[in-house]
Nanobody, 124 residues
Framework: QVQPVESGGGWVQAGGSLRLSCAASGRTFNTYAMGWFRQAPGKEREFVAVVSGSGAVQVYADSVKGRFSISRNSAKNTIYLQMNSLKPEDTAIYYC?????????????????WGQGTQVTVSS
């Protein structure tokens, strides 16, 4: 069974950077795309980014494009989310998840295993 575990969240001032990590168990880790979602207080969970199983393809939400970068290290069964130029509106709990369905990476329904989340707080 795959159980993603996120880390790296914290508090940062606007304009700062954080790097989130997501470690996932399972020998088939490298065959699946992995994504990041976030949920701000009072809002629905939203797509942030996804990286293909090979790591060659990345897709981003418009709100983070140019500021965030997703990557993976297959040897460590870990994916990363480098977040630069952070804004107060990036404040949220960030979740990583395994994509079980490649038809719509923007939809939560395409992901089966989810981590517990890590809090990111950006102050103005």
């Amino acid at each position: 069974q795959v159980q993603p575990v996120e880390s790296g969240g914290g508090w940062v001032q606007a304009g700062g950077s954080l790097r989130l990590s997501c470690a996932a168990s399972g020998r088939t880790f490298n065959t699946y795309a992995m994504g990041w979602f976030r949920q701000a207080p009072g809002k629905e969970r939203e797509f942030v980014a996804v990286v293909s199983g090979s790591g060659a393809v990345q897709v981003y939400a418009d709100s983070v494009k140019g500021r965030f970068s997703i990557s993976r290290n297959s040897a460590k069964n870990t994916i990363y989310l480098q977040m630069n130029s952070l804004k107060p509106e990036d404040t949220a709990i960030y979740y990583c998840a395994r994509a079980s369905d490649s038809s719509d990476y923007y939809s939560e329904a395409s992901y089966d295993y989810w981590g517990q989340g890590t809090q990111v707080t950006v102050s103005s």
